[in-house]
Nanobody
Framework: QVQLVESGGGLVQPGGSLRLSCAASRSIFSINAMGWYRQAPGKQRELVATITSGGSTNYGDSVKGRFTISRDNAKNTVYLQMNSLKPEDTAVYYC?????????????WGQGTQVTVSS
């Protein structure tokens, strides 16, 4: 069973930075896209950022210009650099790997890592 292992969360002051990482426990073939989602208490899970196998990126409106997603295909790892953090960025962040094989989609999810932005 493949697991996605996240790291890098924690407590940071407003205006600070954090870098999240998510690595697969073993190689996953045919990954179409990798991404990050987040869920704050009492809210639905929302898109933070995604990156395709070709390197195309997509960001949620609230993080554009502040967050940067990147990936290392050889290491099956995705990163999220978060700058200029705001209290409203506080949430549990989940990584996602989207696999597509013969037209069938399968999603892998990390266990989540807490990010708290507070003074």
């Amino acid at each position: 069973q493949v697991q996605l292992v996240e790291s890098g969360g924690g407590l940071v002051q407003p205006g600070g930075s954090l870098r999240l990482s998510c690595a697969a426990s073993r190689s996953i073939f045919s990954i179409n896209a990798m991404g990050w989602y987040r869920q704050a208490p009492g809210k639905q899970r929302e898109l933070v950022a995604t990156i395709t196998s070709g390197g195309s990126t997509n960001y949620g409106d609230s993080v554009k210009g502040r967050f940067t997603i990147s990936r290392d295909n050889a290491k099956n790892t995705v990163y999220l650099q978060m700058n200029s953090l705001k209290p409203e960025d506080t949430a549990v962040y989940y990584c996602n790997f989207e696999q597509r094989m013969i037209g069938v989609r399968r999603d892998y999810w990390g266990q989540g890592t807490q990010v708290t932005v507070s003074s």
